[in-house]
């Protein structure tokens, strides 16, 4: 990375894996047990909360020596709404399409605890620049499990892949289903997402032994 | 943190410079997109009305409207007539495709007649009457426009949803489900109103019973498939006696 030093560079890679927003932090676990059934929307949110991070991160850091630290929370909160309600009416206005496939992830980008926890843990205490690729780093890495696991979701839970159906027609009885496969109809709930995120959590913590906590 | 921020007084005033700075921003920008976000989802209830009819650009698989550019030209070509149904009174209307819905349940509730818009539309020979459902499903409002012929059998449908889980409730606007309830019917041979429900397990997954009031469900969205049903009876019922009027 000749274009960042590497300090920074530190900060984009990081999250990926050592550090990453989900499986070792645990945050942002919320959003990502409810639109994981399909890979589309998982894309659509990774991308929304790249957005959303990068520029929050970037506002919170230039106003980190005149935020109250007593109300610091309810600033960040301010903050993240009014950038999340913006962006909604500016695509509302102009990309109307766009908005619609989008109009869930809004609130759940609000709340999405990935958001504040990286203002309060990074952007308070540094400047824009590097404020602006911690975020764009934990979005990343958050997209990264979110698309893992939208994979595996819908693969196994409705047979398609972006809205493609890759193993046969389960009504048709063509592909994989003619010789008697059936998709899993469980790994659409919640549940299984968790069970996925677990398993990821687990074969990353196998490959590097340094992450397990120790009690 | 410097002590300067720590006194309340600092942050009381932070706080309503804040919250000064964020309201006018937000006021600034949904006052001057309104008119946009009006305008588009004008022509996207053009579009769904078409859609329901059969005037969409669909391939094999996915749901696709009539451009944006060209909605307002066919909306014109293709819709015939626009009337407003209140009580016994019917008046032609051609701004009734922009009765809000939503008004009307909640102006019906607090006792009014309610204005019940039906779009007559032409297409390829045939009469199609358009009518717009609306109702609760899992998180939040759902709601469609169901096209019919005289003897109220569906010739096509177009759902959407404000809020339903991607991947389950939300696959009501999916072909695969939306597909299910052209050539259903809603009346029995005796000429009473039963509705189409989305039932589970009704064993006919490829939905060639057109007569069992059924179409198949979802897996894991019940509750957005009961709430579909539940408008499609609710709304469409009070349509009855303008298509016995048809008849006579």
Redesign the interface.
Same mark, same amino acid.
């Given at each position: 990375m000749g274009l960042l030093s590497k300090k920074d560079a530190v900060l984009i890679t990081d999250p990926l894996l050592d550090n990453n927003p989900i499986t070792i932090q645990v945050l942002g676990i919320c959003s990502a047990l409810?639109?994981t059934?399909?890979l589309?929307?998982s894309i659509v949110m990774a991308v929304s909360v790249m957005f959303v991070l990068g520029l929050g991160n970037v506002v919170i850091s230039l106003m980190r020596?005149?935020?109250?630290?007593?109300?610091r929370i309810? +600033?960040q909160l301010?903050v993240v709404a009014?950038l999340v309600?913006?962006v909604d009416?500016?695509l509302?206005?102009?990309a109307?399409e766009l908005s619609k496939t989008l109009? +869930?992830f809004v @609130?759940l980008i609000i709340t999405n605890c990935i958001i504040m926890g990286r203002f309060e843990a990074f952007a308070l205490g540094n400047g824009p620049w590097r404020s602006f690729l911690d975020g764009i780093g934990n979005a990343v890495g958050y997209g990264l499990i979110l698309v893992a696991v939208g994979f595996f979701?819908?693969l196994l839970?409705?047979g398609t892949l972006l @809205?493609f159906k890759v193993l046969g027609d389960p009504?048709e009885k063509t592909g994989l289903y003619a010789i008697g496969y059936e998709n899993n @109809?469980f790994m659409?709930?919640s549940p299984m997402a968790l069970i996925v995120v677990g398993i990821i959590i687990w074969v990353q913590r196998t490959k590097n032994k340094s992450l397990i906590e120790e009690n | 943190?410097?002590k300067r921020?720590?006194s309340n007084l600092?942050?009381i005033i932070?706080?309503v410079i804040?919250?000064l700075i964020?309201g006018s921003?937000?006021a600034f920008?949904?006052s001057s997109?309104k008119p946009?976000?009006d305008e588009?989802k004008r022509i996207?209830k053009q579009q769904n009305i078409l859609y329901a009819m059969g005037v969409n650009e669909n391939d094999e698989?996915?749901a696709n409207f009539v451009s944006?550019d060209v909605a307002g030209d066919e909306f014109a070509k293709y819709i015939t007539k626009q009337i407003v149904i209140q009580g016994d009174k019917i008046t032609e209307d051609d701004k009734a495709y922009l009765i809000d819905v939503k008004k009307e349940q909640a102006s019906a509730k607090a006792g009014n007649e309610r204005k019940l818009p039906l779009f007559i539309g032409e297409k390829d020979g045939k009469t199609f009457y358009v009518a717009p459902i609306r109702g609760k499903g899992l998180w939040d409002a759902i709601w469609g426009y169901v096209a019919m012929d005289e003897n109220m059998v569906v010739q096509g449908a177009y759902f959407d949803h404000? /809020?339903?889980?991607? /991947?389950?409730g939300?696959n009501i606007k999916q072909r695969f489900f939306m597909d299910d309830f052209a050539g259903e019917h809603l009346m029995t041979e005796a000429g009473d109103f039963k509705g189409i429900t989305v039932a589970k397990g009704n064993n006919d997954?490829?939905n060639e019973e057109k007569t069992d009031y059924e179409v198949d469900a979802i897996? /894991?969205a019940t509750i957005t498939g009961d709430g579909v049903s539940a408008m499609i009876k609710s709304d469409l019922k009070l349509y009855v006696p303008y298509f016995k009027s048809l008849k006579k």
């Amino acid at each position: 990375m000749g274009l960042l030093s590497k300090k920074d560079a530190v900060l984009i890679t990081d999250p990926l894996l050592d550090n990453n927003p989900i499986t070792i932090q645990v945050l942002g676990i919320c959003s990502a047990l409810a639109i994981t059934a399909e890979l589309k929307a998982s894309i659509v949110m990774a991308v929304s909360v790249m957005f959303v991070l990068g520029l929050g991160n970037v506002v919170i850091s230039l106003m980190r020596n005149i935020i109250p630290s007593k109300i610091r929370i309810i +600033v960040q909160l301010v903050v993240v709404a009014t950038l999340v309600i913006i962006v909604d009416l500016v695509l509302k206005a102009f990309a109307y399409e766009l908005s619609k496939t989008l109009s +869930v992830f809004v @609130g759940l980008i609000i709340t999405n605890c990935i958001i504040m926890g990286r203002f309060e843990a990074f952007a308070l205490g540094n400047g824009p620049w590097r404020s602006f690729l911690d975020g764009i780093g934990n979005a990343v890495g958050y997209g990264l499990i979110l698309v893992a696991v939208g994979f595996f979701r819908e693969l196994l839970g409705s047979g398609t892949l972006l @809205g493609f159906k890759v193993l046969g027609d389960p009504i048709e009885k063509t592909g994989l289903y003619a010789i008697g496969y059936e998709n899993n @109809g469980f790994m659409l709930l919640s549940p299984m997402a968790l069970i996925v995120v677990g398993i990821i959590i687990w074969v990353q913590r196998t490959k590097n032994k340094s992450l397990i906590e120790e009690n | 943190m410097s002590k300067r921020t720590d006194s309340n007084l600092y942050t009381i005033i932070f706080a309503v410079i804040m919250v000064l700075i964020v309201g006018s921003l937000l006021a600034f920008f949904a006052s001057s997109l309104k008119p946009n976000i009006d305008e588009n989802k004008r022509i996207e209830k053009q579009q769904n009305i078409l859609y329901a009819m059969g005037v969409n650009e669909n391939d094999e698989s996915s749901a696709n409207f009539v451009s944006t550019d060209v909605a307002g030209d066919e909306f014109a070509k293709y819709i015939t007539k626009q009337i407003v149904i209140q009580g016994d009174k019917i008046t032609e209307d051609d701004k009734a495709y922009l009765i809000d819905v939503k008004k009307e349940q909640a102006s019906a509730k607090a006792g009014n007649e309610r204005k019940l818009p039906l779009f007559i539309g032409e297409k390829d020979g045939k009469t199609f009457y358009v009518a717009p459902i609306r109702g609760k499903g899992l998180w939040d409002a759902i709601w469609g426009y169901v096209a019919m012929d005289e003897n109220m059998v569906v010739q096509g449908a177009y759902f959407d949803h404000k /809020g339903e889980t991607p /991947g389950l409730g939300a696959n009501i606007k999916q072909r695969f489900f939306m597909d299910d309830f052209a050539g259903e019917h809603l009346m029995t041979e005796a000429g009473d109103f039963k509705g189409i429900t989305v039932a589970k397990g009704n064993n006919d997954p490829k939905n060639e019973e057109k007569t069992d009031y059924e179409v198949d469900a979802i897996a /894991g969205a019940t509750i957005t498939g009961d709430g579909v049903s539940a408008m499609i009876k609710s709304d469409l019922k009070l349509y009855v006696p303008y298509f016995k009027s048809l008849k006579k």
